[in-house]
């Protein structure tokens, strides 16, 4: 579609409400458009909830943030006020019935250049019913988010780290959290996920830590995320369990003041690339959260059922149970994390 504004005039609205992996991932976005239409004014809506994770990015001009408690009223409400501003450029990144509510309000009856990023349910079939793979390889969540955009001349290249800007007070909330910890080096691990079959085992992570007696290990996660308390008793006098004790943004700082992060497929796992941050990505079942930049390293298995489902949610089917991440070793990670410790020196 050919364009119909220069960058002075242009006006782009992402669409973005949820989840905190896929929000994360899609921060490379704003940088992109920015880099085409320099002059441009960027906007992005999403989920309240959500919308500390944008804060202080210098690519964003306006944050919309969507109370769904509020319900379909109130996303009324809040489209009747955007519906004030012309948007040149509306990009569903989201492509759900809410984000095509929002579409319909502010861009369907306008002069609005319009991308919809596509589920590609077909190659999703093909993938999960059938192993036939006609996705590109290797797998890229955030080339993935930036390659609809391509047809109004915007690089599928991601932008240079950091992509998620910490405040101030969130990284002081992170030195009131680590106490004596301020001062120490250490090796951040997000053990959860969503799912459980994404999770590389507890015992696993119990090793690591076994074999490294030299290192300090930081645990993170959620306040439903009781099983961390297990692996903080391996060694508690080099553990910070800091799970459920912080925020989405006061985590992130925790990264960000880590050495290495060791993650699973999860959300803190897109924060430490977005930060740049040397990471090692433990990836099992699921295509679509991989991570996509050099800092990352990917460990994996090639296994014939993988992957096995959009978000790792299973069943498994393979006769060793949670092969894909059950064979990846201690001792495999542990030389990893070595390497990027001495990488750092």
Not at 80 to 90: A, D, E, K, V
Not at 104 to 125: P, V, Y
Not at 168 to 189: F, Q
Request: contains cysteine; positive net charge.
């Amino acid at each position: 579609m050919a364009e119909k504004t220069n960058g002075a005039e242009a006006r782009f609205l992402i669409i973005r409400f949820s989840s905190f992996g896929d929000v994360t991932q899609s921060l490379s976005i704003p940088s992109a458009i920015q880099k085409a239409y320099p002059n441009a004014k960027i906007e992005w809506i999403t989920r309240k909830d959500m919308a500390p994770l944008l804060k202080h990015h210098p690519a964003i001009d306006r944050i919309w943030e969507y109370d769904r408690k509020s319900g379909l009223k109130g996303l009324w409400s809040l489209l009747s006020l955007m519906g004030q501003n012309h948007y040149t450029h509306i990009y569903d990144a989201h492509n759900n019935l809410r984000s095509r509510f929002v579409y319909w309000r502010l861009g369907l009856f306008r002069s609005t250049l319009f991308i919809r990023r596509s589920q590609k349910r077909w190659k999703r079939f093909l993938l999960f019913r059938l192993h036939k793979n006609t996705y590109e390889i290797p797998f890229s969540g955030q080339r993935d988010l930036l390659e609809p955009l391509t047809p109004w001349n915007i690089s599928k290249a991601l932008p240079q780290t950091p992509q998620i800007f910490i405040d101030e007070a969130d990284l002081s909330k992170a030195d009131t959290l680590l106490g004596t910890w301020k001062e120490k080096k250490y090796v951040a691990l997000a053990p959860s996920a969503a799912y459980f079959l994404k999770r590389w085992p507890v015992s696993h992570f119990k090793q690591l830590i076994q074999l490294m007696p030299d290192v300090n290990f930081l645990l993170l996660g959620g306040p439903e995320d009781r099983f961390i308390e297990e692996i903080e008793k391996i060694a508690p006098d080099r553990i910070l369990n800091t799970a459920g004790k912080a925020p989405l943004t006061v985590s992130a700082a925790l990264v960000k003041k880590a050495q290495v992060l060791v993650s699973n497929d999860t959300g803190l796992l897109h924060v430490g690339e977005q930060l740049g941050k040397p990471t090692i990505a433990l990836m099992g079942p699921a295509p679509f959260g991989f991570p996509s930049r050099t800092s990352t390293k990917i460990m994996e298995l090639n296994l014939s059922c993988r992957p096995c489902s959009k978000h790792g949610q299973g069943p498994c089917v393979n006769k060793v149970y949670h092969q894909c991440l059950v064979d990846i070793t201690p001792e495999q990670v542990a030389a990893e994390v070595r390497a990027k410790l001495g990488s750092l020196l």
